[in-house]
């Protein structure tokens, strides 16, 4: 078993990392940056979602796992007391594999090829100053023309991140669903948005047509990139789906209980 570690870089983190390696080697897994089976990320959900961009390409052949050095996060639900159990765990392969969905989007500009991303938690869209204004369509049909702050399409895992802030649900991860919500929509005689989080099945597809020509702001989970000429965004979830190891019971409203009320 080839494994990798992301460590944040705090000073607990690190002291932790050096733990965990001396564990994995004396058990005979081997450290592997490039083609790991298994990824240990130390630090929060943060440092899970940064692994997660890191390893994209090849999350059919990689698990995650999230050791957090916080407060217990939703992605990150091991603690540093417990990394002597993590590691046996999984020298022994006494873990199974849960896959979460994923949405991809796909971004077209003026003359320029569309690029396409992956997203653990969201994608957000908003200007880099002013009122956007797109065009919504859900299913290749005009549902509605949006004015206001931006739009979020999180996925389920997504949904205790930014989406749940914005007023969004949260979702049961076995659901393959993508959520779209709304930050701060101007609803008046003039302009007229639903008001609420829209929760979409698979197959379904959004698409948002800029109808005004400015710097636009797409998120991809932690990374922001400003970009010119967006002509349109297309989301969809995606065929793609990431795998975590699991070695305790610990369901996912465990974890939202974890992260949120205990
Ligand atoms: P950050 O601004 O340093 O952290 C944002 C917070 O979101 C951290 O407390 C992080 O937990 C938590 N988080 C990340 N994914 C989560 C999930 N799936 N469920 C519950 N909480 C989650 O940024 P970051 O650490 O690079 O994370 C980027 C994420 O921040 C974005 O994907 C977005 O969801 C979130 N965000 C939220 C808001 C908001 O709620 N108003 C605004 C912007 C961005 P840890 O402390 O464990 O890392």
Redesign the pocket.
């Known amino acids: 078993m080839k494994y990798a570690i992301r460590t944040r870089h705090d000073l607990m983190s690190q002291e932790i990392r050096n733990h965990l390696k001396e564990r994995f080697d004396t058990l005979g897994l081997s450290e592997d940056n490039t083609e790991p089976d298994i990824v240990v990320t130390i630090?929060?959900?943060?440092?899970l979602?940064d692994a997660f961009h890191q390893y994209v390409d090849r999350l059919d052949m990689t698990a995650f796992v999230g050791i957090?050095t916080?407060h217990l996060?939703?992605?990150?639900d091991w603690l540093p007391h417990e990394i002597n159990a993590l590691a046996e765990g999984i020298a022994h392969g006494k873990y199974s594999i849960e896959t979460y969905p994923l949405i991809e989007v796909r971004m077209s500009k003026l003359n320029a090829e569309p690029q396409k991303y992956l997203v653990l938690?969201?994608a957000t869209f908003r200007l880099a100053s002013g009122t956007l204004a797109v065009d919504v369509y859900l299913q290749n049909e005009l549902f509605e023309c949006f004015r206001g702050d931006g739009l979020c399409v999180s996925t389920p895992?997504?949904s205790?991140?930014?989406n749940?802030?914005l007023g969004g649900a949260i979702i049961h991860p076995t659901i393959e669903v993508m959520q779209l919500t709304e930050m701060a929509s101007i609803n008046n005689r003039v302009f007229r948005t639903i008001g609420s989080p829209l929760i979409l099945p698979k197959d379904q597809t959004i698409k948002l047509i800029p109808t005004g020509a400015k710097k636009c702001i797409l998120t991809i989970?932690?990374h922001t990139e400003l970009h010119e000429d967006v002509t349109r965004l297309d989301y969809e979830l995606s065929g793609k789906k990431v795998q975590f190891a699991r070695l305790k019971a610990s369901t996912f409203w465990n974890r939202v209980h974890n992260?949120f009320i205990n």
């Open positions: 630090g929060g959900d943060g440092t979602l957090h916080g996060g939703f992605y990150a938690n969201e895992t997504g205790t991140a930014y749940r802030s989970d932690h992260s």
